[in-house]
């Protein structure tokens, strides 16, 4: 399978509390106010790109916080008609954790231990897409670990002003390819990139 990360992302790279008003409020780095910032950017082809991306999903795979918060939010839900909810509740769940001991989630696998040699494992079993959706200490990890095989992200025209950012201030540096990008009518931008080794840097001021 092919391991694709999905981030909302702020201009201002800001990951945290996309999604909802209470989202993350009172977080482990800072009390943040400013959750729900990417929702009302959303238009309908942004949306039916979403749903398409999760429909494509062999797999999904989760950090501990977002895998929470989705089995409180998605996995409670019934209308498995809903693109996002049917795809996320019939088909196989991994969460990496080393604390987490209960995952009441259909179809949910807990991975600990030696994490990198098991998400290899998923990787070498046929079949399309392994997604990361948020995560975004997860994501981090995979790409330090060179298990990533897409990055999709997608650029909401705001700037949030505060918040966990997806890259930290200093952090292993990555060469990317542009693989997609296209613009949704509300401001949106997705890009989306295949990891390309280190990056090349300048050897003169010419």
């Known amino acids: 399978m092919k391991l694709i990360t999905n981030t909302q992302v702020s201009v201002d790279g800001v990951v945290q509390g996309n999604g909802g008003p ?6 482990r780095v800072f009390h943040f106010e400013r959750g ?13 790109f979403v749903n398409e991306f999760y429909q494509r999903a062999d797999a999904f795979l989760f950090g501990r916080r ?12 019934k209308d498995l008609e809903n693109p996002i ?4 509740n019939t088909r196989p769940k991994y969460v990496v954790s080393n604390t987490l001991t209960d995952a009441p989630w259909a179809n949910t696998t807990v991975l600990s231990g030696d994490v990198a040699a098991a998400i290899r494992e998923l990787k070498a079993k046929p079949g399309g897409e392994l997604q990361v959706h948020g995560s975004s200490t997860l994501t981090r990890w995979l790409l330090a670990n060179n298990l990533v095989d897409e990055i999709v992200l997608l650029v909401c ?5 505060q918040g966990m950012r997806l890259f930290p201030d200093t952090g292993p540096d990555l060469a990317l390819d542009l693989v997609d990008s296209r613009a949704f ?4 931008t997705l890009q989306a990139y295949r990891p390309a080794g280190r ?3 300048a050897t003169t001021t010419d």
């Open 199 to 201: 990056p090349q840097y």
């Open 185 to 188: 009518p509300k401001g949106i």
């Open 66 to 77: 977002t895998y929470e918060l989705f089995a409180g939010y998605w996995g409670v839900r």
């Open 22 to 27: 209470d989202e993350n409020r009172g977080g």
């Open 36 to 48: 729900g910032w990417a929702r009302p950017l959303f238009d309908d082809e942004a949306l039916a």
């Open 157 to 161: 025209p705001v700037v949030v002003g």
């Open 85 to 88: 909810v049917g795809a996320l």
